[in-house]
């Protein structure tokens, strides 16, 4: 593994049987990632993005292959090292936003933290902080249902940094948004991305999206191109 990579593939297989016909999603993939640099995953529908991104992260078993994530051979953890792992070390931003409409916007934010065993009064504290870098503090004790479609996202993205991840995944981040609220979040995500040094990996369909990182990763039939 290279010194500055985070995230280092070989040869990554990934095939879903069905019972009735096998899928192979992933075909030999090899790829490196450096810490701190913003990439996007591209390609048409069913090409394998989600696929990549759920294997990198853990979520999902690979058939053959080695996935290495800061130094840690993810394919070879227990489930429990895994999701121990994912807890501390990654964030998640997906397309539906998945908050909590229980619970007010500080409360969800906070929750991953409560979960990883934090004291309530850092994680709410963490909480506030991270909701007024995504310029939400005013809103923090609305409901989700109370929020736009926009601030739902940055306060999902609040969610899925407030552990101060190394790496955050995003599948179609921007995908429910209309474009002038997408480059609001791209925004959010690139400022935060420069000042803490994270790691973004986005899956996206959208070229405004991946014109704003700093390299295109495209695949096609399950394999990379580029």
């Not at 994530?69 to 394919?75: D, E, M």
């Not at 870098?133 to 899925?160: C, F, H, I, T, Y």
């Amino acid at each position: 593994m290279l010194n500055n990579d985070i995230i280092d593939v070989k040869g990554v297989h990934k095939t879903y049987d069905t019972g009735k016909v096998k899928v192979h999603a992933l075909r030999g993939v090899d790829l490196n990632i450096e810490k701190g640099e913003m990439v996007a995953v591209m390609g048409p529908s069913g090409c394998g993005k989600t696929t990549l991104l759920n294997c990198l992260s853990g979520i999902d078993s690979i058939d053959e292959g080695e996935i290495f994530v800061k130094g840690n051979h993810i394919p070879k953890m227990s489930d429990k090292e895994r999701t121990k792992f994912r807890a501390e070390e990654m964030g998640f931003v997906f397309q539906a936003f998945n908050l909590l409409p229980v619970l007010s916007v500080v409360e969800n934010v906070e929750l991953p933290l409560l979960v990883s065993g934090v004291k309530q009064s850092t994680a709410r504290k963490k909480a506030e902080e991270i909701l007024e870098m995504v310029n939400l503090a005013d809103q923090r004790s609305k409901r989700p249902a109370e929020l736009s479609g926009g601030q739902q996202q940055r306060v999902a993205v609040a969610r899925s940094l407030v552990n101060e991840p190394a790496i955050v995944w995003g599948d179609e981040p921007t995908g429910n948004l209309d474009s002038e609220t997408a480059m609001g979040i791209m925004e959010i995500l690139r400022r935060l991305n420069k000042e803490k040094g994270q790691t973004f990996v986005l899956v996206t369909h959208a070229a405004e999206v991946g014109d704003l990182t700093d390299r295109i990763i495209r695949m096609r039939d399950g394999v990379i191109e580029n």
